[in-house]
């Protein structure tokens, strides 16, 4: 069964960059046909969808974040990164990585991290 | 972009039926996906493609999606399903997924 980890800097200072990992472990990152993806949540807020990516390596983002994210794969590692430039106050949230569940057309999320907190402050 | 809407709140008492909406500009032409999430928890996929359950999910989950909403129903509601609901679709005129605002049930 598939899990997934998320792993980085629970303080990040304003202007820096944010620097997630999520590592899958019980499964072969690069096998099937999944996309992996990052979400967050400020506290007592919604979801906001980051972006996603696919084992091809291909991206999607989300249109308001796309000038400061970056999701990359690590096959080696069993790994996908999230980069997030320029933070602010507003990037407080808890993250989430998740991954879509296995079709031609990506559906659901179907596994999902536990979630870490990452605080913007100096 | 495209917008999804959810009622902040919806109550239901033990046993009866709970129905979540989630509203958007031609959604019945979308594929709609519901997600619970207790609280300090990570989100749970409870419905996805409109109306298919993930394993593990109880029957009591089920979803429809036509015209301008889709539905989330929960049937026999039981006091753990007390959490936030939200639903989501991938927009595909901006490449991105949308969240709705999400849902509070309170089992009475």
């Known amino acids: 069964q598939v899990q997934l980890q998320e792993s980085g800097p629970g303080l990040v200072k304003p202007s820096q960059t944010l620097s997630l990992t999520c590592t899958v472990s019980?499964?072969?990152?690069?096998?099937?046909?999944?996309?992996w993806s990052w979400i967050r949540q400020p506290a007592g807020k919604g979801l906001e969808w980051i972006g996603r990516?696919?084992?091809?390596?291909?991206?999607n983002y989300n249109p308001s974040l796309k000038s400061r994210v970056t999701i990359s794969v690590d096959t080696s590692k069993n790994q996908f990164s999230l980069k997030l430039s320029s933070v602010t106050a507003a990037d407080t949230a808890v993250y989430y990585c998740?991954?879509?569940?296995?079709?031609?057309?990506?559906?659901?999320?179907?596994?999902w991290g536990q979630g870490t907190t990452v605080t913007v402050s100096s | 972009s495209y917008v999804l809407t959810q009622p902040p709140s919806v109550s239901v008492a033990p046993g009866q039926t709970a129905r979540i909406t989630c509203g958007g500009n031609?959604?019945?032409?979308?594929?709609v996906h519901w997600y619970q999430q207790k609280p300090g928890q990570a989100p749970v996929l409870v419905v996805y493609d409109d109306s298919d359950r993930p394993s593990g999910i109880p029957e009591r989950f089920s979803g429809s999606n036509s015209g301008n909403t889709a539905t989330l129903t929960i049937s026999r509601v039981e006091a753990g399903d007390e959490a936030d609901y939200y639903c989501?679709?991938?927009?595909?005129?901006?490449?991105?997924?949308?969240f709705g605002g999400g849902t509070k049930l309170t089992v009475l």
């Open positions: 998740a991954r879509y569940m296995p079709a031609a057309i990506p559906a659901g999320m179907d596994v």
């Open positions: 990516i696919y084992t091809s390596g291909s991206t």
């Open positions: 019980g499964g072969s990152i690069s096998s099937g046909s999944y996309y």
């Open positions: 989501q679709v991938w927009d595909s005129s901006s490449d991105q997924e949308v």
């Open positions: 031609n959604i019945g032409s979308k594929s």
